[in-house]
C-alpha cells in the first residue's frame, strides 16, 4: 500500500479532484458544450434537482482516483506515464463512444474532457 501512498500530496490530489468536478459541470452545462453533447447522447439536459445521483457519485470516485494516480505518479517522478494514462483513457473513452454510435461531437466532448481532467490535475500536481 504504501508504493501508492507515500509522498503523494493529497492536498493536491483533492484540489484536483474538486476543479475537475467542477470542470465537468461547466463542461457539460449549456454554457459549454452540454446542449449539443445532450442531443448527441440521446439525453435532455434538466436542472439539477434531476441528475442521476448514482452516476454523480460514481463520477467523483472516478475522478478522485484519477487525481490520486497523478499524485503517484508526481510523487514517483512520473508524470510522463500519466499523460499517457490520460490519452489512453480518452482514447478508450472515444472508441466507445462510437461503438455506442453517438455523434462525433459527443464523442469528442467526453474524450476531450478527460483530457481537460488530465491538464487540470497535471498543473495542480505541478503548483501544488
Known sequence: MQEITANVSWLAVIVGTILSFLLGWLWYSPMLF?????????????????????????????????????????ANEALLTIILVVLTLAALIFSGGM??????????????????????????????
Open 34 to 74: 452540454g446542449k449539443k453533447w445532450a442531443e448527441g447522447v440521446g439525453v435532455e439536459l434538466g436542472a439539477a434537482s434531476d441528475m442521476p445521483v448514482g452516476a454523480m457519485v460514481t463520477q467523483l470516485i472516478g475522478i478522485f482516483l484519477l487525481a490520486w494516480v497523478f499524485g503517484v505518479t508526481a
Open 99 to 128: 461503438f455506442a454510435k453517438k455523434s462525433m461531437y459527443a464523442v469528442y466532448t467526453e474524450s476531450g474532457f478527460i483530457i481537460a481532467m488530465g491538464v487540470v490535475m497535471f498543473l495542480v500536481q505541478a503548483v501544488l
